[in-house]
């Protein structure tokens, strides 16, 4: 499968913004999807992760009740709904998928697209 990130951007604190991972090659319902992130020195962390069925998902705890991911299996398409966003979310963020169940770690992930950066000003 094939992935492509998009949707990033320059935001002030407080503001919002919704990042799309698209996906072509392969059955899209076969995969189950996550986005992660690297922030400018730091190593790349899990953010959210969705199930190939839609119906289970995962967040690292200081995304909670701020983000949002989702999937639509008719678009091919993997979303990632950021609210509430603060300077610390700055980053690239990346999605990645895998065939299994979700996890958080990274190197379980065997398909990953390009990143694309979300720059939150204060």
């Known amino acids: 499968v094939q992935l492509q990130a998009s949707g990033g951007g320059v935001v002030q604190a407080g503001g919002s913004l919704r990042l799309s991972c698209t996906a072509s090659g392969s059955p899209f319902t076969t995969y189950a999807f996550a986005w992660f992130r690297r922030a400018p020195g730091k190593e790349r962390e899990f953010v959210a992760a969705?199930?190939?069925?839609?119906?289970?998902?995962d967040y690292r705890d200081s995304v909670k009740g701020r983000f949002t991911i989702s999937r639509s299996n008719f678009e091919k398409k993997v979303y990632l709904q950021m609210n509430n966003l603060s300077p610390e979310d700055t980053a690239v963020y990346y999605c990645?998928?895998?065939?299994?169940?979700?996890?958080?770690?990274?190197?379980?992930?065997?398909?990953w697209g390009r990143g694309t950066l979300v720059t939150v000003s204060s």
């Open positions: 969705i199930t190939s069925n839609g119906i289970g998902t």
């Open positions: 990645a998928a895998r065939t299994r169940s979700i996890v958080v770690y990274d190197d379980e992930y065997n398909w």
